[in-house]
Structures are given as C-alpha cells and as structure tokens.
C-alpha cells in the first residue's frame, strides 16, 4: 500500500495529543510574522491602503499571514455588498477586532 503524502498546518499545536502529533513523520514550525513582513503582507492583500495604514495595521496588531487574508476577505466582501467607504482603516480595525475575539474563543484544532 502506498502512503500519499499529505500537509497539515495549524497554529494550535498544544491541543494535538501525542498518538496524532506522531503520525506527522516532519513538523517545522513557523514563527508569525515580523511587523514588517506583516506591513508588507496587508500591502499585498489590499494594495490600495496607504504605507500609513499598513504600517498602523502591522504594528498594532500581532496577526499570522493567515489571518491578515481573512481579514482581507472580509474587507473585499464588505466592499461588494456595501460599497468601498471613505474610512477603510476604522472599517479594518473592526475586522482586526473581531478576528482578534474569534481566536481568542477557539479551543480546537486549526486544521
């Protein structure tokens, strides 16, 4: 029987327990984002904000690759159904916000 090699990513790695942690033959951890590769990740995910706004966002907020792109998705579906606003950072900051308070309350594995 042949194995296909598989890839599984998480950042809740303490909630794994050891007989499934073992079935992962590699693990590399990957450390979150520095503040200027995070600059440079809202610069690349929503292009039109201002080195201000992005350097603001990168600073304030301590978020991985992952969650800066849900919050962008969120931004671009906020734009869709409402239309693009004039304050794009308040509206950014409340996204910040709440993916601040959903990570905070899961408890599971990030898979």
Not at 67 to 77: G, K, T, V
Not at 83 to 99: K, T, Y
Not at 105 to 110: E, H, P, S, T
Request: hydrophobic fraction near 35%; proline fraction near 3%.
């Amino acid at each position: 029987m042949r194995r296909t090699p598989s890839i599984a990513t998480t950042n809740l790695q303490e909630n794994m327990d050891k007989a499934f942690e073992r079935r992962f033959l590699y693990k590399i951890k990957f450390d979150k984002p520095t503040e200027e590769a995070r600059a440079s990740i809202w610069h690349s995910m929503i292009p039109d904000l201002s080195e201000l706004d992005v350097h603001t966002l990168a600073s304030k907020y301590d978020f991985s690759g992952g969650q800066i792109e849900n919050i962008a998705r969120h931004y671009a579906i906020d734009n869709i159904l409402h239309g693009q606003r004039e304050d794009v950072l308040s509206m950014l900051i409340r996204h910040c916000d709440n993916e601040r308070l959903d990570n905070n309350d899961q408890k599971r594995i990030g898979f």
